[in-house]
């Protein structure tokens, strides 16, 4: 299969089920908005995906427009940032819910909605200008750059939760719970979408003896399609519901080998 009819299918999957499921989920956010803490980072993480896939609508419908091309690959390289963008919020604020749980910010809804006029407003000066201008490098080592805050807020949340006496003794468990949970599918999302192809395309670019080969490629930008469905499932993580039965199982059999293995070890 060619490398543009590969990522043409993946469009039209995206299309047919990620783009009817983010309109489902954001009228669920709206609803639960009424009732409940606002989560304004990831509503603007869908939104970002919206615009993503209404890229891909009209990439795979515009054949034989090359400005319309054009157009759309810069449109979807600026949604792609500012999706990550609001994934490392995300992060970031689950977080600070764990390790500072008293800081006053964290919960702000005024606080977050100005964080996220600044992340639409800088990716909006550090993408398409660079795209345009062919700077392309800078884009891609710009996504390189929040590797460390995934890992720092995972390895810094499952520090706190797991010390004697625990951290955060106000947080409920399930919520730890949850929050775990997030942070681990947002440095997978993150490992398997957007870290191959910046990485690729950085290898390709300075390097001048860069073997291109179109598996390779076609399986990075395949990958960087699934990040509007990693996305979906986030949503399963922010409510209590079936999830939470299902992390508490996974905690509760860490426990239990914890303990075993305590018990089998002799006492002196």
């Not at 201008?133 to 390189?144: N, P, S």
């Not at 949850?178 to 390097?207: D, E, H, Q």
Request: overall charge positive; charged content about 15%; some cysteine.
């Amino acid at each position: 299969m060619d490398t543009d009819d590969a990522l043409r299918v993946m469009a039209w999957f995206n299309i047919s089920t990620c783009f009817p499921l983010a309109l489902v989920v954001i009228c669920c956010l709206c609803y639960k908005a009424r009732r409940d803490h606002v989560p304004v980072y990831y509503i603007n993480l869908i939104i970002s995906d919206l615009i993503q896939l209404s890229t891909m609508i009209v990439w795979v419908t515009k054949k034989n427009h090359d400005m319309v091309q054009y157009s759309c690959v810069v449109v979807y390289i600026f949604s792609v940032m500012t999706s990550l963008g609001f994934r490392m919020c995300i992060a970031l604020e689950r977080y600070f819910v764990i390790v500072c749980p008293q800081l006053p910010c964290i919960r702000q809804i005024k606080g977050s909605v100005w964080v996220c006029v600044a992340v639409w407003g800088i990716f909006l000066v550090t993408v398409p200008l660079p795209v345009y201008f062919e700077q392309d490098l800078f884009v891609y080592t710009l996504a390189i750059l929040p590797a460390p805050v995934f890992i720092i807020c995972l390895a810094g949340t499952l520090k706190s939760v797991l010390q004697t006496p625990p951290a955060a003794a106000s947080v409920p468990a399930e919520e730890k719970r949850r929050i775990l949970g997030i942070l681990v599918l947002l440095l997978l999302s993150y490992i398997l979408t957007i870290l191959p192809a910046a990485i690729m395309s950085i290898i390709r670019v300075t390097s001048h003896y860069f073997y291109y080969n179109k598996i390779i490629v076609m399986i990075s930008f395949i990958l960087i399609l699934l990040s509007p469905f990693l996305d979906l499932i986030l949503f399963v993580f922010l409510y209590k519901g079936p999830i939470d039965k299902l992390l508490m199982r996974l905690c509760c059999c860490r426990m239990q080998d914890a303990a075993a293995g305590d018990g089998s070890t002799p006492s002196v």
